[in-house]
């Protein structure tokens, strides 16, 4: 008897709660996890700063996301080593809808993502994104590269007044680039310029020195020398906000649908993608993708109410976090409350950063997020693969990510199926003559042929096997060998019973031989070659059609048939 409906969601919402070799975990080796999340806390500084800056939402929202959704996607999370927080592919998403909802409209966008990925999680969902193609992830991480850094522009060309308008980042760097030639700030540039360059050459030369910390803290104090004309983030409140529902605008919810299942999307794809990479930097450890969604989830539904940004897990952050050493949740949760005594401690001191600065921190993250060899191997290892791999980035860049990654995908299984399709063949087979003379198998080749399709037999490939088969040159008996082919749907079913009936109007007599069992179901069903079985003329193994067409040929006169 089925269980009721009910018990088996209790049953999956339980399993998707924290279990207890998650606690087990963090007794491996706390003192180890405490001190990488303390790194982790050092460098998701900067980065929470920036990112919440350019959301439009302020600095205290980069920070607050990352302490309060950090810690609740540490807990409730499928993986021990992952960081989650703002990150800049999820800007991308709300820069256009704070400009065009505002606030509030970013706050509820960000609860209804977090439904939407407590039912993903539910339905047992975080599996499927295996599936996505390299040549979609790797278009669609170089994409949100781009637009980030073009979304700096702003900031670093010091006209960071105009970085969250509605229009386009193409139309955004432009009119950056034309406001900055009119007025220009050498010294915003400058500052920007260093920041970066000390990051990306710092990762380089000594990759365990924070030198995103490093550089912020000079900037910092480079943009307090007097007579520099240089924006600072300005007054930082200090401390987490008291919650509060004054967001809630249920008559948004329509509007706002797109974006919210824009932001959930891109949860998913990134925690997931995020995890799966920490996985492969570590031994031993294999992350729940359901209970990772579940935890995104949650960390969504609560962010809203202590006015936070929407939050996915940070692939650069849990990078770091593992690379010092971190073994369990434990991290994760350094990292939250390290970053939350920043804010209780030394928002006075956090608002006089550099908005170039924070800029600069995000062109040398976006630049570490491309891997152009990679890149470099995909456009050339298939015309397809650089095909996907190209337009998702040019779809990223020119529309919207969630756009991109369908476009992706959609192109990716059509040329797939175009290359399954072509692997599809159909060939002649001899036909067991060793008993017979020479002259006996010459006559017999004359009237009886056999052929052996291969691959598989679906829509995509179901037109060209059924011209294959009309172009066959007129013979007596025809034996079809179906034992090779590898999957069949409707379109393919529907195909060979053309195939045979245009057979037997020429007057050739088909048999049928080596259906598989799942085969004969779907050609039972849709009734296909019917007459074929009424008179039995669908055989088992090939042997018994071969002996039954040698009958059929020895019973009648030799007769041409008509083609």
Same mark, same amino acid.
């Given at each position: 008897m089925a269980a009721p409906a009910g018990g088996v969601w209790h049953s999956r919402l339980l399993a998707l709660l924290p279990q207890r070799e998650d606690w087990d975990a963090v007794r491996r080796a706390p003192g180890r996890d405490v001190m990488a999340g303390l790194t982790v806390g050092v460098v998701a500084l900067p980065l929470a700063l920036a990112f919440g800056v350019t959301s439009g939402l302020g600095a205290q929202a980069g920070l607050v996301t990352a302490v309060i959704a950090g810690a609740i996607a540490a807990v409730f999370g499928g993986s021990n080593l992952q960081v989650s927080g703002p990150t800049g592919a999820m800007t991308v998403v709300l820069v256009p809808l704070v400009a065009e909802f505002g606030v509030g409209g970013v706050l509820m966008a960000c609860l209804m993502a977090g439904a939407f990925l407590l039912v993903l999680a539910l339905a047992h969902v975080g599996r499927f994104v295996r599936y996505l193609p390299i040549p979609v992830v790797e278009g669609f991480t170089a994409g949100i590269a781009i637009v980030i850094a073009l979304q700096q522009l702003p900031a670093v060309l010091g006209v960071a007044g105009q970085a969250h308008g509605g229009e386009g980042v193409l139309n955004l760097a432009v009119e950056a680039g034309g406001s900055f030639l009119a007025h220009p700030h050498p010294?915003?540039?400058?500052?920007?310029?260093?920041?970066?360059?000390?990051?990306?050459?710092?990762?380089?030369?000594?990759?365990?020195?924070?030198?995103?910390?490093?550089?912020?803290?000079?900037?910092?104090?480079?943009?307090?020398?007097?007579?520099?004309?240089?924006?600072?983030?300005?007054?930082?409140? /200090?401390?987490?906000?008291?919650?509060?529902?004054?967001?809630?605008?249920?008559?948004?919810?329509?509007?706002?649908?797109?974006?919210?299942?824009?932001?959930?999307?891109?949860?998913?794809?990134?925690?997931?993608?995020?995890?799966?990479?920490?996985?492969?930097? /570590?031994?031993?450890?294999?992350?729940?993708?359901?209970?990772?969604?579940?935890?995104?989830?949650?960390?969504?539904?609560?962010?809203?109410?202590?006015?936070?940004?929407?939050?996915?897990?940070?692939? &650069?952050? @849990?990078?770091?976090?593992?690379?010092?050493?971190?073994?369990?949740?434990?991290?994760?949760?350094?990292?939250?409350?390290?970053?939350?005594?920043?804010?209780?401690?030394?928002?006075?001191?956090?608002?006089?950063?550099?908005?170039?600065?924070?800029?600069?921190?995000?062109? &040398? @993250? @976006?630049?570490?997020?491309?891997?152009?060899?990679?890149?470099?191997?995909?456009?050339?290892?298939?015309?397809?693969?650089?095909?996907?791999?190209?337009?998702?980035?040019?779809?990223?860049?020119a529309v919207d990510l969630v756009t991109a990654v369908g476009v992706g995908v959609a192109s990716a299984a059509a040329l797939a199926l175009r290359d399954v399709a072509r692997s599809a063949t159909i060939e002649q087979v001899d036909v067991d003559h060793a008993d017979e003379s020479a002259e006996e198998r010459q006559l017999l080749g004359e009237r009886i042929v056999a052929y052996r399709p291969e691959g598989p037999l679906f829509f995509g490939a179901a037109n060209r096997f059924l011209q294959d088969l009309m172009d066959v040159a007129p013979v007596e008996v025809l034996i079809l060998r179906l034992s090779g082919i590898s999957t069949m749907d409707a379109t393919g079913a529907r195909m060979l019973d053309e195939a045979v009936r245009h057979l037997e109007r020429r007057g050739i007599t088909v048999l049928l031989s080596g259906i598989s069992p799942q085969h004969q179901t779907l050609l039972t069903t849709l009734s296909v070659a019917s007459d074929l079985y009424e008179r039995g003329q669908v055989f088992s193994d090939t042997p018994g059609a071969v002996a039954h067409a040698r009958d059929l040929i020895g019973a009648r006169p030799r007769i041409t048939p008509a083609g």
């Open positions: 010294a915003a540039l400058l500052i920007a310029l260093g920041v970066a360059a000390t990051m990306l050459l710092g990762a380089r030369y000594r990759p365990g020195v924070p030198f995103s910390l490093v550089a912020i803290v000079a900037a910092t104090l480079v943009a307090l020398v007097p007579g520099l004309d240089v924006a600072v983030l300005g007054t930082v409140p /200090s401390g987490i906000p008291a919650p509060s529902a004054g967001f809630f605008d249920l008559g948004l919810m329509g509007a706002l649908l797109p974006a919210a299942l824009a932001i959930a999307a891109l949860a998913a794809l990134e925690s997931l993608l995020s995890a799966t990479v920490a996985d492969g930097m /570590s031994i031993g450890e294999r992350h729940d993708p359901d209970r990772e969604l579940f935890g995104q989830a949650l960390a969504n539904l609560v962010i809203p109410f202590f006015g936070g940004l929407p939050s996915t897990a940070a692939i &650069a952050r @849990t990078a770091v976090n593992v690379r010092a050493g971190a073994s369990s949740k434990l991290a994760a949760l350094v990292h939250a409350l390290a970053l939350a005594v920043i804010m209780y401690t030394a928002a006075s001191v956090v608002a006089f950063i550099p908005l170039s600065a924070l800029g600069g921190v995000l062109l &040398a @993250t @976006t630049a570490r997020m491309v891997d152009i060899g990679a890149l470099r191997a995909l456009a050339r290892s298939t015309h397809a693969d650089g095909l996907v791999l190209a337009l998702t980035l040019v779809v990223t860049v």
